[in-house]
C-alpha cells in the first residue's frame, strides 16, 4: 500500500494522561457510596492486586471485601462497556465519515431492545443478556442485507438509510410485543434506560472475550480508518480495498456494542461525545483516537455510574438518563463550536 502523509500518531503524555484519568476515575467509583472509603486505601488495595505489590492500605476486611466483591466488578464492568462504546462509536465516524455516527447507527440498539423485550415476554429473565446480544447482531446483518440492494459495495449512505429503516421496523415490532405483555413494560424501559448492576463477576467474564477481540481487529486496523478518510476511490489507489475493510471494521465494532448492550442495557451519548474529545486533544488520526476513547470512554461510564448510584441516594438512577443528562449539553456545545469554526 502506499503511504499516506503521517498524521500525528498516539504521544506518550495522551497516552499516560489517558491512563491516569482512568485510574482515578476507577478509586473514585471505588471510594464513593453508602459505605464511605479512603481513597488512598484504596489506591494501595488496587496496587496489591499487581503480583509482587505488598502494601498496606490501612483497610479492615470488610471494607476490602466491599472493594473487591461489590464495587470493583461494577466498576470493571463500567470501564469495560464505556471503552467499548467509544472505542465503536469513533470507528462508525471514521467508517462512514461522520461525527454524527454513533454505536447504534446500524440498528443494535433496535435488536438490543427486541431481544431483550421477547425474553422479558417470554419469562426467560436469566437469557435477557443472550436475546439482546443476539438481537443486536441480527439487526446489523439484516442493515447489511437491506445495503446490499444498494449496490456490491454497500456506500456508507445506503448502510446508514438501511439502518434506519432496520431500526424503525424492530422499534416498531417490540412496541407491538409490549401492547401484548403490557405488564413488562416496567421492566422493559428499565433495562432500556441502563444499568451496570451486577452480582459478581459474571457479566465481567461474559464481555471481555467479545471486549479483547473486538478490541483488537480495530486498534489492528486503525490506519485503514485513516485511509478510509480520503474518499473510497482514492483509498483504492493507494492500495485499500474499501468495502472489505469497512466490512471487518463495521462487523468488529458491532460485535463491541453488541456485547456492552447486552449486559448494560442502552447507554447513549458515549460513543459520539467521548471520541469528540479525544478528537480537540488528539487531532483527527484514528491511530490516536481510537485507543484514547477507550480510556476516557471507561473513565466517563465509572463516573457517569458514580453519580447514578450517589445522586439519587439511597435509590439509583438509571446510567442512560446520566449520560444524557451529561452528554446533551456538551453536544450542543461541540455542534456550535464546529459550526463557529467553519463560518
Known amino acids: 500500500m502506499t503511504d499516506l502523509p503521517r498524521p500525528a500518531g498516539l504521544r506518550a503524555r495522551w497516552l499516560a494522561g489517558g491512563f491516569a484519568v482512568l485510574f482515578l476515575a476507577v478509586i473514585a467509583g471505588i471510594a464513593f457510596g453508602p459505605v464511605g472509603l479512603p481513597p488512598a486505601g484504596v489506591a494501595a488495595e488496587l496496587l496489591n492486586l499487581i503480583p509482587g505489590v505488598h502494601l498496606h492500605s490501612g483497610l479492615n476486611e470488610r471494607e476490602i471485601a466491599i472493594i473487591t466483591e461489590l464495587r470493583l466488578p461494577r466498576v470493571v464492568l463500567g470501564l469495560l462497556v464505556g471503552s467499548m462504546l467509544a472505542l465503536a462509536g469513533g470507528c462508525y465516524q471514521g467508517v462512514f465519515r461522520n461525527s454524527l455516527a454513533d454505536p447504534y447507527l446500524l440498528g443494535v440498539a433496535a435488536g438490543a431492545g427486541l431481544g431483550a423485550t421477547v425474553a422479558i415476554a417470554l419469562n426467560a429473565r436469566g437469557s435477557v443478556p ?162 484514547l476513547s477507550m480510556l476516557y470512554g471507561g473513565a466517563f461510564l465509572i463516573l457517569a455510574d458514580l453519580i447514578a448510584r450517589t445522586a439519587a441516594a439511597p435509590s439509583e438512577l438509571p446510567i442512560g438518563v446520566v449520560t444524557a443528562f451529561l452528554g446533551a449539553p456538551f453536544f450542543v456545545l461541540v455542534l456550535r463550536t464546529t459550526r463557529s469554526t467553519r463560518m
Do not use: C, K, M, N
Open 130 to 291: 443472550l436475546f439482546a446480544f443476539g438481537g443486536a447482531l441480527a439487526a446489523v446483518a439484516l442493515t447489511y442485507l437491506l445495503g446490499a440492494a444498494g449496490g456490491r459495495d454497500r456506500s456508507t449512505s445506503t448502510l446508514i438509510l438501511a439502518g434506519i429503516a432496520i431500526s424503525s421496523f424492530l422499534a416498531a415490532v417490540q412496541t407491538y410485543l409490549l401492547q401484548r405483555h403490557s405488564d413488562t413494560i416496567r421492566e422493559v424501559y428499565s433495562w432500556l434506560l441502563g444499568q451496570l448492576a451486577t452480582d459478581g463477576w459474571g457479566d465481567v467474564t461474559l464481555i471481555l472475550p467479545y471486549a479483547f477481540g473486538s478490541a483488537l481487529v480495530v486498534l489492528l486496523l486503525r490506519r485503514e480508518l485513516d485511509v478510509l478518510s480520503v474518499g473510497d476511490a482514492e483509498a483504492a489507489t493507494l492500495g485499500l480495498h474499501p468495502a472489505r475493510s469497512r466490512l471487518i471494521l463495521v462487523i468488529a465494532a458491532s460485535l463491541a456494542t453488541a456485547a456492552a448492550v447486552a449486559v448494560s442495557g442502552l447507554i447513549g451519548f458515549v460513543g459520539i461525545i467521548v471520541p469528540h474529545v479525544v478528537r480537540l486533544i488528539a487531532g483527527p488520526s484514528y491511530r490516536a483516537i481510537l485507543p
